[in-house]
């Protein structure tokens, strides 16, 4: 029987829209919380909301966020108990867990050792194809000669993909559809893989066509429970990012879904996983699944989850980490869908060019199954250090058509200042009828790119101009009027002190 | 009665708007030969409904450094608008042109991680001259004209303001 601990106090060794989220249910859960920030990030949102906050350095993340040092020395000033890693930053990084436990301070994740096993990708894959875990065709190890990694393209037959076995976020990934590309391709992709990971060895999969990205959240305990807590379909995606979730995914039926579920919870248990984790799978046009990896982390888009079940899953995170249980399988019911958009500083117009900036007005929607997991407030000054997501918008609704609906209405009413958002964008995508059907997969963005960006209305021009001039004469008269109240204040000035010295300096008595 | 001019499609249209204020809260706004009675409501900053007709707007004026976004319904107009004084000094600064000397600048703080051109090289239009990193993002800061880098005055590596001059190219 694994013991049980207490925690106290939780430090979040990050920032932004994920810190708020973290710290909104540690405070539920009555306790205390600690904010580590950048200089940059002193007026952050989720500085404000802790009952602690440590400065830990400059805005450069490499300076600040990242240093395992800096976090483990702030725990020690604070005598924070746990660290709530976030997503991103120290998340995946094994040696940070192995920091803190060595500093007797529980990390809320997996065991480090779980972690190594899914970070290098070829290990990863070899260790899901031992379970019995269906991956994407390829090769099972590294290949270091460019004519061998050649033939193998061949012997599996083109388009294939050439990746990073330390690979993530697209870096020294290519895409090869023909033999007299492969090696120029091969030789740009190790390049791009030792610049980006200090670490050149590459791989080859099968390119698979029209591919979704369809991910099973999982959850396991120290008691040896695993559970499965549905999928999220992630096909929106804009260069390896993605840009709208929702769940249920359109493309699985329930015994599809039971499959992946079943095969997710094997990956997890084949590493000795605990906590939460997500197995990312492709899905062909065949409806065949293959494992793509596991995030040992809470995702970004965890929302969707938690809005189809009613469950917390950073309260499930904290009472793994002490030792408790979790659901059985059989309690987690799950229940009409749910859409997050993304809500990113960036202009679409401008090649989604990032737009940090000082927000100057922000209102944002509420009303029936609207979530919205903010990390930035009005006043704010979005830094340009950071990741662009300032916010993602979620709806409920028992349908899925209704929860698109709903999300349209939801980012009509969201209203930012100051900075350009992608807020239009994501209206499109969501009305765009390929989205519509359901029948979409990760090429979407790309497809449509052009439909997605959308020219102003001509029919609402007049009505435009009409409301900026009216604001410009309102302005204008507002100031005027203004102006006119202050010569009148002037004229008759109200302190008897002022009253005797200005009629002594007519006298000339006083100089 | 006041005139103003909105310019549009970065300043390649203009139209001209007369508002007059007939009661508090109600102007008459004449766009070309169009006559309107509109009851405008402001709620907050930035926020105004006007009514007109019975149709009700709710819309958002996003007030940047020259120009104003305007937000209504599903489009968002990307305009700037001037009284006539404003319009007189405005015209007197000379009209928008790609013509002659043009200075590339950030539109946002970050950091250049590349300068991809040196002085005397040729560039066309739309090609990249200096690359900006911002919020972990590559960004290729075009030429707005086909032409020669006659200066730089960024290096790599180093830290740049929002608005900052990059490069003149002629």
Not at chain 1, 308 to 337: F, K, N, Y
Not at chain 1, 348 to 373: C, E, H, Q, W
Not at chain 2, 92 to 116: I, R, S
Request: glycine residues 10%.
């Amino acid at each position: 029987m694994p013991e049980t601990r207490t925690i106290k106090k939780i430090l979040v060794a990050n920032r932004g829209e994920i810190a708020v989220r973290v710290l909104r249910t540690a405070r539920e859960m009555g306790l205390r919380t600690v904010a580590v920030y950048s200089d940059a990030d002193r007026g952050a949102l989720h500085v404000r909301l802790a009952h602690e906050a440590v400065h830990i350095g400059p805005p450069p993340s490499g300076e600040s966020y990242l240093v395992i040092d800096k976090i483990v020395e702030a725990c020690r000033v604070t005598r924070a108990d746990a660290v709530h890693p976030g997503y991103g930053f120290l998340s995946e990084k094994a040696e940070f867990a192995r920091a803190l436990d060595k500093a007797g301070i529980v990390f809320i994740g997996p065991r480090p050792e779980s972690m190594d096993a899914m970070g290098v990708k070829t290990t990863a894959r070899k260790n899901m194809a031992a379970a019995g875990v269906p991956t994407v065709p390829g090769s099972p190890a590294p290949i270091a000669e460019e004519k061998e990694a050649k033939a193998f393209a061949e012997s599996i037959g083109y388009p294939v993909m050439i990746k990073a076995a330390a690979g993530g976020g697209g870096k020294g990934m290519k895409k090869c559809d023909r033999p007299e590309d492969f090696l120029p391709l091969w030789q740009s992709a190790r390049r791009e893989a030792g610049g980006a990971f200090g670490d050149d060895r590459l791989y080859i999969e099968k390119f698979l066509e029209k591919p979704r990205h369809v991910e099973i959240q999982v959850f396991f305990d120290a008691h040896g429970n695993g559970i499965w807590i549905g999928e999220r379909e992630c096909s929106v995606q804009r260069r390896q990012q993605k840009v709208i979730e929702e769940s249920p995914s359109c493309i699985l039926d329930e015994k599809m879904r039971r499959a992946m579920g079943e095969v997710a919870v094997k990956a997890g248990k084949a590493v000795g996983y605990r906590g939460a984790g997500t197995v990312e799978f492709l899905v062909d046009a065949g409806r065949n699944f293959y494992f793509l990896e596991m995030n040992t982390r809470l995702q970004v888009e965890h929302p969707v989850t938690e809005m189809c079940t009613g469950l917390d899953l950073v309260r499930m995170q904290i009472e793994v980490a002490q030792g408790l249980a979790i659901p059985a399988q059989e309690q987690v019911v799950r229940s009409g869908h749910a859409i997050e958009a993304r809500v990113y500083a960036e202009d679409p117009a401008r090649n989604f060019m990032p737009s940090p900036g000082k927000i100057t007005y922000l209102r944002v929607p509420g009303g029936p199954g609207i979530r919205d997991d903010s990390g930035v407030y009005a006043g704010w000054l979005v830094p340009q250090f950071y990741d662009p997501m300032i916010s993602k918008l979620l709806a409920w609704a028992p349908t899925r058509e209704r929860a698109i609906a709903r999300l349209l209405r939801a980012l009509g009413d969201y209203h930012v200042h100051g900075i350009t958002t992608n807020v239009p964008y994501l209206r499109n995508a969501l009305r765009h009828p390929a989205f519509g059907s359901g029948d979409y997969d990760t090429g979407f963005c790309a497809r449509y790119a052009k439909e997605l960006l959308v020219p102003p209305d001509a029919k609402y021009e007049q009505t435009a101009l009409i409301a900026a001039a009216i604001a410009a004469f309102k302005r204008d008269h507002d100031e005027a009027e203004a102006f006119a109240a202050r010569a009148g204040e002037a004229q008759s000035v109200r302190s008897n002190w002022a009253r005797i010295g200005r009629a002594r300096a007519l006298r000339g008595a006083v100089r | 009665m006041s005139t103003y001019v909105a310019l549009l499609d970065g300043g390649k249209r203009e139209e001209s708007i007369d508002v007059k204020l007939l009661s508090p809260g109600v102007y008459e706004v004449k766009i070309g030969d169009q006559l309107h009675v509109v009851d405008a409501f402001k709620h907050d900053y930035g926020t105004l409904n006007i009514i007109v007709d019975t149709e009700s707007y709710s819309v958002q004026l996003d007030q940047r450094a020259t120009e104003v976004k305007v937000h209504l319904r599903d489009s968002v107009f990307t305009l700037e608008i001037l009284d006539e004084k404003r319009l007189r000094m405005r015209r007197a600064a000379g009209k928008f042109t790609v013509e002659g000397k043009q200075t590339l600048a950030t539109p946002m703080p970050g950091k250049v991680v590349k300068v991809l051109r040196k002085v005397g090289d040729e560039v066309k239009e739309g090609e990249g001259v200096v690359v900006v990193e911002a919020m972990k993002m590559e960004n290729d800061i075009k030429s707005p004209k086909d032409g020669k880098v006659v200066e730089i005055f960024v290096q790599e590596g180093q830290a740049v303001e929002g608005g900052a001059r990059l490069a003149v190219v002629e």
